[in-house]
């Protein structure tokens, strides 16, 4: 099991940034992604950002530009750094381990996720 918690959500103007962050703990050792989901009202959750254990990263084309994530493998910590945000990037960002080889960015490849934290983006 992992357990994950996110900080860092909160209400920001457009154009304006935030970072979160996503602590991990747990059988760490087996991570691979980690990565950064989003879910906005009615609609359904996306894949937003991911970093995995050889270095890699990979960026949805809505964020490409904007946001940067970071991992630190020491303290089991991944971070998204969103800059020059947007109305439309409101929604509740939630972070998800893998422990699939390659370069996973689909819900359905990610087995253990946070509880999600409030971005709000004000225009």
């Known amino acids: 099991q992992v357990q994950l918690v996110e900080s860092g959500g909160g209400l920001v103007q457009a154009g304006g940034s935030l970072r979160l962050s996503c602590a991990a703990s747990g059988r760490t050792f087996s991570m691979n992604g980690m990565g950064w989901f989003r879910q906005a009202p009615g609609k359904e959750r996306e894949f937003v950002a991911a970093?995995?254990?050889?270095?890699?990263?990979d960026y949805a084309d809505s964020v490409k530009g904007r946001f940067t994530v970071s991992r630190d493998n020491a303290k089991n910590t991944v971070y998204l750094q969103m800059n020059s945000l947007k109305p439309e990037d409101t929604a509740v960002y939630h972070c998800?381990?893998?422990?699939?080889?390659?370069?996973?960015?689909?819900?359905?490849?990610?087995?253990?996720w946070g509880q999600g934290t409030q971005v709000t983006v004000s225009s």
């Open positions: 970093s995995y254990s050889g270095g890699g990263t």
């Open positions: 998800a381990v893998s422990g699939r080889w390659g370069w996973p960015r689909s819900i359905r490849e990610y087995d253990y």
